[in-house]
């Protein structure tokens, strides 16, 4: 069989609603164990290209390859994790717990009505263990705080053991000091378990000292490639493409502002 280490693959995607353009000529490769992180102003088309990768939007232009083979013909839906940021509303108003959560992951390869095997829950719990929340499997989801919530829906997406991690904003309406945390764990799974992430965030600081890769988005890609390139982009640069002042923090500040 062909083998690749090439999971997601954009060439010269393009994407119209209606008249306005939302992203032009966007290519990009993303590969095995690599640590994406995704930045833009509001509006740049990051949510419209997770939703081209997620195949929820088909592109006006341009074709996309996951994990080799064209979009069209993917079956392998259990290979890609997503957390969106708005896994935080939609626990509050749900009554499970925590262990219940992780185990629905399996739901869309078992269909809604079957039953969970002693099997599923130990990878629920395994999965908790990765996130550090395998003591909270019996919590009632809704009484965690935000930083944890989405930890518990990190887990939800790692429980089918995929290869990608794909994040939309999954940081929005948690505590500094507890993205902080929720970073280095995402790095520790990344590096540990060899497991790929593209991350979009507007925390352009905090998690390009993380991520292997970066992509900064504004219609069309006006820098990607890996982080030591990245850091040699001057802060005008920056500024120029992002649209609004950008102030390079650098490790030193950033350790001195935990
Ligand atoms: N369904 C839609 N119909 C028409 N225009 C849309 C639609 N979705 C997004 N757009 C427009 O496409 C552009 C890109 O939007 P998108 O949501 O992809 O940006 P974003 O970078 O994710 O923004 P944010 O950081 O604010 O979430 C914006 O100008 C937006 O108004």
């Known amino acids: 069989m062909y083998m690749t280490n090439s999971i997601i693959k954009l060439d010269h995607i393009t994407h119209k609603y209606h ?15 690599e640590f994406w992180a995704l930045i833009g102003p509001n509006g740049s088309g990051k949510s419209t290209l997770l939703r081209i990768i997620l195949g929820l939007l088909k592109p006006t232009e341009g074709t996309i390859q996951l994990f080799g083979g064209p979009i069209d013909s993917f ?3 259990q290979r890609i994790g997503y957390v969106s940021q708005k896994s935080n509303a939609f626990t509050t108003r749900f009554p499970a717990t925590v262990l219940e959560v992780v185990r629905s992951g399996l739901t869309s390869k078992k269909g809604l009505f079957k039953r969970f095997t002693k099997e599923d829950e130990q990878r629920a719990l ?25 930890r518990v829906f990190i887990a939800r997406a790692l429980v089918s053991k995929p290869d990608l991690l794909i994040m ?3 940081t929005v309406g948690i505590d ?10 995402l790095s520790e799974l990344n590096r540990d378990y060899g497991i790929a992430i593209l991350l979009v965030t507007h925390e352009i600081d905090l998690v390009t000292q993380l991520a292997t890769h970066i992509a900064c988005l504004n219609r069309t890609i006006h ?3 890996v982080h030591a390139d990245y850091e040699k982009m001057s802060e005008s640069e920056l500024s120029g493409w992002y649209g609004h002042p950008v102030r390079r923090l650098h490790q030193k500040e950033t350790e001195r502002a935990r």
């Open 176 to 185: 500094r000091q507890n993205v902080e945390s929720f970073y280095s764990m």
């Open 168 to 170: 939309d904003e999954p």
């Open 126 to 150: 395994d999965a908790l263990q990765v996130v550090k929340m395998a003591d909270y499997h019996g919590k009632s989801i809704g009484d965690l705080s935000g930083g944890q919530q989405q």
């Open 223 to 225: 820098f990607h490639g």
């Open 19 to 33: 008249h306005s353009v939302a992203l032009s000529d966007v290519s990009l490769e993303v590969k095995q164990g």
């Open 75 to 77: 079956k392998q839906q």
